[in-house]
């Protein structure tokens, strides 16, 4: 588990992302996968899918 001077940081920065997807994006789904895969290698990804 991180410690919240750590995870914080991570936790607005994934709001920000997610927020601008929604907010920018052609009305259809928007998609976010966050990726941990150990030894501190993490990839966030959001992606508009219009209909």
Same mark, same amino acid.
């Given at each position: 588990?991180? +410690? #919240? &001077? #750590? $995870? /914080? +940081? @991570? *936790?607005? /920065?994934? =709001?920000?992302?997610?927020? =601008?997807? @929604?907010? %920018? $994006? +052609? !009305?259809?789904?928007?998609?976010? !996968?966050?990726? @941990? *895969?150990? %030894?501190?290698? /993490?990839? *966030?990804?959001?992606? &508009?899918? *219009? #209909?």
């Amino acid at each position: 588990m991180l +410690p #919240e &001077t #750590e $995870s /914080t +940081p @991570i *936790a607005l /920065t994934l =709001n920000e992302l997610l927020t =601008n997807a @929604i907010k %920018h $994006s +052609p !009305q259809g789904e928007v998609v976010c !996968q966050v990726d @941990i *895969a150990g %030894h501190g290698d /993490t990839d *966030a990804d959001a992606d &508009t899918r *219009a #209909e």
